[in-house]
């Protein structure tokens, strides 16, 4: 019985040490859960998600929060921005800051309790899942990216991801013309992804940067705060330059297809052997 209550106390302190237990118990946490993903039932629709993402390679649905929600939102992008380094040089061309997080538990840990019910989403993970059909790994990457004023922004030549990846991204803030807003070239990820497989197959590298110039059949996905966009990674797609006197603050949540990531790791495997 002694041995047994002992083995009980170290479950205790094992599960202390690698739960936490705000994802519990905190009420605060469960209201903005709540009032999240009530949004995200209230303002995407299913099936139009799923549909966009087919036909035309993205998603965008304005506003699916309101006022409080995401100053909610901005208060835990600003506490990210402001508590850990930049994974860019914050003095280079770009002006940018950007935070990456890898998990949903460190989110809790730092109570970005908005962000962690953004990323967990069910409704938005089955429309991340219609379009992999296979294996994929849920917003395995998280990116809190503040941008000022900048002519020439990261990923400002037009490309598809080498790793394939349906994006969530969240406007923190409007995202007008000025603001920079993510710009695609539409239909054009039909043939990317033919591009993409067949160099999957056979672990050829891809050329991935298009030679197509401005106002070809571009669209700019401006929308207000609160929007969000989901897209496939396979359409051509850029960054636009941010006007002097405004900033554009974005939270993107990355879903890779297993496809994708073994590929990636089959190549660096062969290079690194060669
Ligand atoms: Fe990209």
Not at 5 to 33: A, C, H, M, R
Not at 45 to 57: E, F, H, P, Y
Not at 248 to 267: C, D, M
Request: hydrophobic residues 35%; positive net charge.
């Amino acid at each position: 019985m002694l041995k047994l209550k002992l083995n009980l106390k170290k479950l205790i302190l094992v599960k202390n040490k690698y739960i936490n237990f705000d994802y519990f118990i905190s009420t605060e946490l469960n209201g903005i859960k709540k009032k999240v993903n009530n949004s995200i039932i209230s303002n995407i629709d299913l099936n139009k998600a799923v549909k966009d993402l087919n036909n035309q390679g993205f998603y965008l649905v304005e506003k699916v929060f309101d006022e409080n929600l995401i100053n909610q939102f901005e208060k835990e992008f600003d506490y990210v921005i402001e508590k850990y380094n930049s994974t860019f040089d914050e003095t280079s061309i770009s002006n940018s800051s950007q935070v990456r997080i890898f998990n949903q538990k460190n989110m809790i840990k730092d109570k970005l309790y908005a962000c962690s019910a953004l990323f967990g989403n069910l409704e938005i993970k089955n429309i991340i899942k219609s379009h992999f059909k296979k294996k994929f790994i849920f917003n395995s990457d998280i990116f809190f990216q503040r941008s000022g004023p900048t002519k020439k922004p990261l990923a400002s030549e037009y490309h598809f991801d080498i790793l394939n990846s349906i994006k969530v991204w969240l406007y923190v803030d409007d995202c007008y013309e000025d603001n920079g807003p993510l710009e695609v070239v539409k239909d054009s990820f039909k043939q990317n992804k033919e591009i993409r497989e067949v160099s999957y197959k056979n672990l050829n590298k891809i050329s991935n940067v298009s030679n197509i110039q401005e106002h070809q059949n571009t669209l700019k996905l401006t929308a207000p705060k609160g929007s969000i966009i989901i897209f496939n990674t396979d359409l051509l797609h850029r960054a636009t330059e941010i006007k002097s006197n405004f900033i554009r603050k974005v939270i993107r949540g990355h879903s890779f297809s297993e496809k994708a990531l073994e590929y990636n790791y089959e190549l660096q495997r062969n290079y690194t052997h060669h």
